[in-house]
């Protein structure tokens, strides 16, 4: 057997679905008709997921550090606001995509600023550049709203047949139907030898780049992807809750996307997933204790989590499942450790 | 021309500040290789300490000054050898994580304990207004602050580069296993400069309450800055954070002046030129650490 095809039998090996995935995105369904009352936190936790997505895209995998990642997902809903409030393109899945690509766009030419530097000029220029956004937002006013945010957005029915309702119920499977897709493709991705590249980058850019990946070109690629996965989760936001205001530039916004990023685990596509419904949750539980407070307790929680350390809280989570796993089954666990970061 | 001396001024008085706020930042992660983003937590720390013990307790400013700095510098240490010290080898994600975590922490307690609205230190009367200086107005606080500010940037450089300690942290910073190996206690040294670079930031944070605004998002607000004045003026000395303060003091000012609406928009883009074009700073050194 040559290299290569046991290369590719390894990847297909591990694309193939388990029963584990399938029950998950049933349980996704399933939400739907359970809380029926409960549509507007639903469909917030499915953007943040995908928003999270995006950033295990290039931190999980390919280990860029941003601390600007908003800027992207400010873009997006800019970009969507905008597309339906003065009516230049109306039908919202078209507007969706084209706000993901004015995204992808900026994700292209900022590749170039990321990829030269260390951990810190990264950090710099990620955050230097959400800023900037957020300061230009501000400045252009008369296109933006200013602070008062765009005002007046009306969504057009999806595809002209499901208008959106106040309860949001059209929102959250549009929303859903969008992340599912995304995922599909995000899995697709992440399982191709581009994919596997993109780890050996991840663990060693150096020996990477020794034995023929080409370390540069591969991580501008998986930049400019993950900038249009913010833009189309920036432009959810608008499109679901028909407002853009320039808090979508915020830094806290990225910063929480970190937290909900390191509470789910890196380096996994459900990382984002799970980690968007257990910091909504814990948001919603710290908001209903302390309503002008709960800043201090998601700081808690991440000041915790980097002390007693990422991959020995997700061994604790996962431990019972993971016996119940070989108890019931009598094989090795298939919930697994996600992979480790490379220090 | 003399608003353009008047400019300079503040300027000048604007990016003292930012220096004595920001040197100790320059040595935990300019030399340290430490992301510290809660430097604005202790700055703000003095700040606070200061501005109750002179409106509250009725102290005299300068007399709460020198304890705003040691406060400061006493929950600097207590947090470098509780939590930081364990922190020091693992990666940047963590330490950013971490120093995310911290900074959250202290905006909501600070909210908690004091409120969330802008606060004001009662200024002795011998501070308040400005006098001419050949047709150039000249603010008695801004002034006290370039004199302050002046003596502490000469005082530094004279530590670093004369004294024992100076050569021990330099031994330190450039090779701490050498260095240790010469007996050189290197844990000590290091919990010791950050002590000091957090109670100047401390210092800085009760200077800067009349200029910048003191509230409890001042950690957020100012990060930025900071990291600005320590990312461009890179890390080989105590004179290029210096001078980036310096540049960005005065950058800022005549920008907020002359191009109102692009202020922080002229900030931001020149310090990602400088980044792209030098990515260790104006003033470092060549080799990343």
Redesign the interface.
Known sequence: MTAASDVSSHAIARARWRPAEIAFWILALSCAFLFPSRYLIMTDILRLALFTLSLDLILGYAGIVSLGHAAFFGVGAYSAGLLALHGIINEPVIALVAAGLVAMVLGFLTSFLVIRGVDLTRLMVTLGIALLLEALAERFSNITGGTDGLQGIEMQPILGLFAFDMFGKTGFFYSLIVLFLLFLLARRIVNSPFGLSLRAIKNNPLRASAIGVPVNRRLIAIYTIAAFYAGIAGALFTQTTALASLDVFAFERSADLMLVLVIGGTGYLYGGLIGAVVFKMLQELFQTITPQYWLFWIGLVLVVMVLVGRERIHRWVLWVPNLVIRQLFGRKAVVAVPESDAP | MTTLFTILFDGVAYGMLLFVLACGLAVT?GLMNF?NLAHGAFAMTGGYICAVLVNNQGWPFFAALPLAFVTAALVGVALERT?YR??Y??????Q???T??????????V??VMGSSRIFIKLPAALEGQFDFFGVGIGRYRLMIIVICGLLTVALQLILAKTRFGSRLRAAVDDPRAASGLGINVPQVFAFTFAFGCGLAGLGGALSAEILGLDPYFP?KF??YF??VV?VGGSSSITGPFLASLLLGIGDVAGKYYVP?????VI??I??VI??WR?NGLFGRAA?R
């Open positions: 992660l992301v939590l364990h922190l080898t693992r990666s940047h994600l963590d950013v994580l971490f995310i975590g911290l900074t959250f922490m202290s905006v909501a307690a909210d908690y957020l990060m930025i990291l600005i990312t609406k692009m202020g922080p928009f931001y883009t310090m990602i980044l792209i990515p990343a």
